[in-house]
């Protein structure tokens, strides 16, 4: 089983990603961590994309997409993609490695918020100064002002948590992300779940879509 999980950001993808590979079995297979672990592994393709990513750039989507090739080759199938498809171009691409054989047929899932909602919520998140662990109105500390992981009283807001920056990616995802939900939505391949629960609700949500039957584990 393959799950392409689509939202915009501060949807929960992340955390129901990471709920779904340990419910189902499943490796998180992330964009990111390919393009940092080719740059680490000083490639002739790990320098080219060092370049570009120094320049403020994006790897294209050629380059993202043979770094999933290989690693479905590598690694095997049944996975939960992060940070792709993020355009029309990539879906197209995955369709070819359908065509190909390379990649089952991922379902795929839209993670329905509600923008104005979801803003108040991204910009009520604080972050542990020291150890990164993110806090929320639904999520305050066990002990007010102490951070569960550290021990840190220090807590401060990320810049892409700001109202400013929050709408700026809303925008960017609407023009460049959102019409891929389109794509799929005509090809008969899209199921919705409702964000706007709590993250234990819509994990229960992706388990009625995804089927009981194929859990690996019990977990409560």
């Given at each position: 089983?393959?799950?392409?999980?689509?939202?915009?950001?501060?949807?929960?993808?992340?955390?129901?990603?990471?709920?779904?590979?340990?419910?189902?079995?499943?490796?998180?297979?992330?964009?990111?961590?390919?393009?940092?672990?080719?740059?680490?592994?000083?490639?002739?393709?790990?320098?080219?994309?060092?370049?570009?990513?120094?320049?403020?750039?994006?790897?294209?989507?050629?380059?993202?997409?043979?770094?999933?090739?290989?690693?479905?080759?590598?690694?095997?199938?049944?996975?939960?993609?992060?940070?792709?498809?993020?355009?029309?171009?990539?879906?197209?691409?995955?369709?070819?490695?359908?065509?190909?054989?390379?990649?089952?047929?991922?379902?795929?899932?839209?993670?329905?918020?509600?923008?104005?909602?979801?803003?108040?919520?991204?910009?009520?998140?604080?972050?542990?100064?020291?150890?990164?662990?993110?806090?929320?109105?639904?999520?305050?500390?066990?002990?007010?002002?102490?951070?569960?992981?550290?021990?840190?009283?220090?807590?401060i807001t990320r810049k892409d948590d700001e109202?400013?920056?929050?709408?700026?990616?809303?925008?960017?995802?609407?023009?460049?992300?959102?019409?891929?939900?389109?794509?799929?939505?005509?090809?008969?391949?899209?199921?919705?779940?409702?964000?706007?629960?709590?993250?234990?609700?819509?994990?229960?949500?992706?388990?009625?879509?995804?089927?009981?039957?194929?859990?690996?584990?019990?977990?409560?």
């Amino acid at each position: 089983m393959n799950i392409i999980l689509l939202g915009p950001p501060g949807s929960g993808k992340g955390t129901q990603a990471k709920r779904l590979c340990a419910l189902y079995g499943l490796r998180h297979l992330s964009t990111g961590d390919l393009i940092r672990a080719e740059i680490a592994a000083e490639t002739s393709l790990g320098k080219e994309i060092k370049e570009t990513v120094e320049r403020g750039d994006l790897p294209s989507d050629e380059v993202a997409l043979s770094l999933i090739e290989k690693d479905l080759a590598t690694n095997g199938q049944g996975v939960v993609f992060d940070g792709v498809p993020r355009t029309i171009a990539q879906a197209k691409a995955l369709d070819s490695l359908i065509k190909k054989g390379v990649l089952v047929a991922p379902m795929v899932i839209k993670i329905d918020v509600d923008e104005n909602q979801l803003v108040e919520r991204l910009s009520g998140r604080r972050m542990c100064a020291e150890c990164g662990a993110i806090y929320s109105t639904t999520h305050q500390p066990k002990e007010e002002g102490r951070c569960d992981v550290c021990g840190s009283h220090t807590f401060i807001t990320r810049k892409d948590d700001e109202v400013s920056a929050i709408h700026h990616r809303f925008r960017v995802y609407r023009e460049k992300t959102a019409p891929v939900q389109d794509y799929y939505q005509s090809s008969g391949n899209l199921h919705r779940v409702d964000g706007m629960l709590s993250p234990q609700e819509v994990e229960a949500s992706l388990v009625k879509l995804l089927g009981q039957e194929n859990r690996k584990v019990n977990m409560s």
